[in-house]
Nanobody, 123 residues
Framework: QVQLVESGGGLVQAGASLRLSCVASRLTFSAYTVAWFRQAPGKEREFVTA????????YYTDSVNGRFTISRDNARKTAYLQMNSLRLEDTAVYYCAARFHYNHPRDDDYTYWGQGTQVTVSS
């Protein structure tokens, strides 16, 4: 019973933009910290960004800071990841994650996970 569903991935050229969406169901979405992780082939899952449940404060890993933006629309129970200036090294499966009243956004022990959406950046 999947509660988070990602969409918006695809194949783009370096320098292009993509916007990912994460739609939740059966959750009081506003009470959950939401994060995006990614996993490239042969590599471990990596934290990308998160947005807090309490005050919408955002966190970013250094490699995407200034290029990616996380946001949320609680009325639609949706989180977004706007990705600009995409690079080859951004190629990965991107996962949405959520946890109720979570205060350690960079950690990976989230309660709910989506199935992932593929982002491929080519030259």
């Amino acid at each position: 019973q999947v509660q988070l569903v990602e969409s918006g991935g695809g194949l783009v050229q370096a320098g292009a933009s993509l916007r990912l969406s994460c739609v939740a169901s059966r959750l009081t979405f506003s009470a959950y910290t939401v994060a995006w992780f990614r996993q490239a082939p042969g590599k471990e899952r990596e934290f990308v960004t998160a947005i807090m449940w309490s005050d919408d404060k955002t966190y970013y890993t250094d490699s995407v800071n200034g290029r990616f933006t996380i946001s949320r629309d609680n009325a639609r129970k949706t989180a977004y990841l706007q990705m600009n200036s995409l690079r080859l090294e951004d190629t990965a499966v991107y996962y949405c994650a959520a946890r109720f009243h979570y205060n350690h956004p960079r950690d990976d022990d989230y309660t709910y996970w989506g199935q992932g959406t593929q982002v491929t950046v080519s030259s």
